[in-house]
């Protein structure tokens, strides 16, 4: 395959960017009145700003591909290129086979191994790149981030850098609440219900559980 020019613009270490696409915006609007007033729009979210430099960074690296590559040529295999083409901007030490530390998690001095990008990091790019694909027009069955290739070379990425840093990565499995604290936390709500609606008190003890809400993260994203 043929190899690939550097991209300048934007910022190819898309992974650890944090540039750009976080201003507000505002639009004037007239009223009824013939007052104008000024809306300001609410910033995009962190993740919503760095999957569009993500997305145009990955567009830049197809238009300064040797030779050029259009998205609807873009396979998994181009997907899996880019991936590798990212590693020179890597910051994660991995190490060879034949370095005293490999597998040592905490290695006593510093050595020759290369600096590539962490599994962690390509797993999330490859997420947003996927939903940016399809909020583009692309069809999720010709979705090429979501590729059976792309998914196997994350896999094998995973677990050589597990091997070789010594972090095994292991999914963090949701816990479910147990069925005594479902039942107690249901009791609890009733008991604080009873007492806020009794008579003659203040309210206070509607404060426990009934009318909260867990807070919610900006940052979550399907």
């Known amino acids: 395959?043929?190899?690939?020019?550097?991209?300048?613009?934007?910022?190819?270490?898309?992974?650890?960017?944090?540039?750009?696409?976080?201003?507000?915006?505002?639009?004037?609007?007239?009223?009824?009145?013939?007052q104008s007033t000024t809306v300001s729009a609410a910033p995009p979210s962190r993740y919503?700003?760095?999957?569009?430099?993500?997305?145009?960074?990955?567009?830049?690296?197809?238009?300064?591909h040797k030779p050029p590559l259009t998205l609807a040529?873009?396979?998994?295999?181009?997907?899996?290129?880019?991936?590798?083409?990212?590693?020179?901007?890597?910051?994660?030490?991995?190490?060879?086979?034949?370095c005293p530390y490999f597998g040592h998690p905490n290695p006593p001095a510093p050595c020759a191994c290369p600096l590539k990008q962490a599994w962690g990091s390509l797993d999330a790019l490859i997420g947003r790149l996927r939903a940016a694909y399809e909020e583009n027009g692309g069809?999720?069955?010709?979705?090429p981030f979501g590729a059976k290739a792309v998914?196997?070379?994350?896999?094998?990425?995973?677990?050589?850098?597990?091997?070789?840093?010594?972090i095994p990565y292991e999914k963090k499995k949701r816990k479910r609440p147990s069925t005594s604290s479902s039942v107690a936390t249901a009791g609890s709500a009733v008991a604080a219900e009873g007492?806020?609606?009794?008579?003659?008190?203040?309210?206070?003890?509607?404060?426990?559980?009934?009318?909260?809400?867990?807070?919610?993260?900006?940052?979550?994203t399907v």
């Open 1 to 34: 395959m043929d190899s690939t020019s550097r991209v300048e613009q934007p910022d190819p270490n898309i992974v650890g960017s944090s540039e750009g696409g976080t201003g507000t915006s505002s639009a004037s609007a007239v009223t009824e009145g013939g």
């Open 48 to 64: 919503e700003s760095q999957k569009r430099r993500d997305w145009n960074t990955f567009l830049q690296y197809l238009r300064n």
């Open 73 to 98: 040529r873009c396979s998994g295999a181009h997907v899996i290129e880019f991936l590798k083409y990212l590693d020179q901007f890597g910051k994660t030490k991995v190490h060879v086979t034949g």
């Open 139 to 143: 069809k999720p069955e010709s979705n």
């Open 151 to 166: 998914r196997i070379y994350l896999r094998e990425v995973r677990e050589s850098q597990a091997k070789a840093r010594g």
């Open 195 to 220: 007492g806020s609606s009794s008579g003659g008190g203040d309210g206070s003890g509607g404060d426990g559980v009934i009318g909260q809400q867990p807070p919610t993260d900006p940052n979550t």
